[in-house]
């Protein structure tokens, strides 16, 4: 099963204290790769105090179904990003809320230190989204956001998003499925391998897949309606540098949908929009921070 298939999210929208919260741990790191103690208890139990989750995190640390790496600090503060051990990773492949979505095991802490940064930060913006769900009383909880989602684009090629997200707006009695490709870019990259993520969007979008043998399908169509009602809008997370850089880096994206003809083909259908990651922590990803890619005011990510 092809990882595009396991993104459906489960229905309630955050975990119930009547859960062991172990099992919920596990279930966590299997679905979201890495996360510090820090971002475990305001994921799990973000009414719960820290000293909860380091002891549930310490014992099965001890039972060795986790592992931690230690983060450098400037501050020479300990922070432990946690992940699961093959044994851990095994105990989670039957849970109910990962059914179809293997976990992905990282099997040393050389492995986990290459990952931790980017995965960190994708984990920073779900958190963004989760407090606003909850302040607002929408829905949306750790398993309404799947990491690492692939899907083909044709000629052997594949886009893989950074994550998919999941949210129900619930206004009055009516409630509103949205969904979203999320890409968190830390400035890593150069600004064109970037707004080149456009294109590979734009790719899927018009993609549909070839039958095998001679006889096509009579009812052909885009390859993501196996997956999706509507084409997800597309978020772009950016952070790890100055606010003119990642200014510079949103007026490339922008350039980018004025400029391609597919990428603009796609913004005539597909709402696109970036914000800063420090932005949608600070204020909330609901409020009006987001730049439209197709020019215009900044406004909520639900309004792009």
Not at 27 to 40: C, D, F, K, M, V
Not at 115 to 140: N, S, W, Y
Not at 197 to 226: D, S
Not at 265 to 283: F, P
Request: charged share 25%; net charge positive; hydrophobic share 40%.
């Amino acid at each position: 099963m092809s990882s595009a298939a396991r993104s459906n999210p489960a229905t309630k929208p955050a975990p119930s204290p009547a859960e062991p919260l172990a099992h919920q741990v596990l279930a966590g790191l299997a679905q979201h790769r890495i996360a510090t103690t820090s971002q475990l208890r305001r994921m799990l139990r973000p009414d719960g105090t820290r000293q909860l989750m380091s002891r549930v995190l310490n014992r099965l640390r001890s039972d060795g179904f986790v592992d931690c790496t230690v983060l450098p600090d400037a501050n020479r503060t300990r922070t432990n990003a946690w992940y699961l051990t093959q044994e851990g990773a095994r105990l989670t492949r039957d849970l109910p809320v990962l059914r179809g979505r293997p976990p992905y095991p990282i099997t040393s802490a050389t492995a986990a230190s290459l990952k931790t940064p980017h995965t960190l930060a994708v984990v920073r913006a779900h958190l963004a989204f989760a407090a606003d769900a909850r302040r607002l009383g929408h829905e949306h909880g750790p398993w309404d956001w799947t990491p690492e989602v692939s899907h083909s684009i044709g000629e052997g090629e594949r886009v893989v998003a950074d994550a998919v997200m999941h949210y129900t707006v619930l206004e009055s009695e009516h409630r509103r499925k949205l969904r979203a490709f999320v890409e968190v870019d830390r400035s890593t990259m150069s600004s064109e391998r970037l707004a080149v993520k456009l294109i590979e969007y734009a790719r899927l979008f018009q993609y549909e897949a070839q039958p095998v043998g001679r006889r096509r399908p009579v009812t052909a169509g885009p390859a993501w309606l196996r997956w999706y009602p509507v084409f997800p809008r597309v978020l772009f997370v950016l952070t790890g540098a100055s606010r003119a850089r990642l200014e510079n880096r949103m007026s490339d994206l922008q350039a980018m949908v004025a400029q391609h003809p597919l990428v603009a083909s796609l913004a005539r259908e597909v709402r696109l929009g970036a914000a800063v990651l420090e932005d949608l922590e600070q204020h909330g990803p609901a409020q009006s921070m987001w730049i439209p890619l197709t020019g215009g005011k900044p406004r909520p990510w639900t309004d792009l």
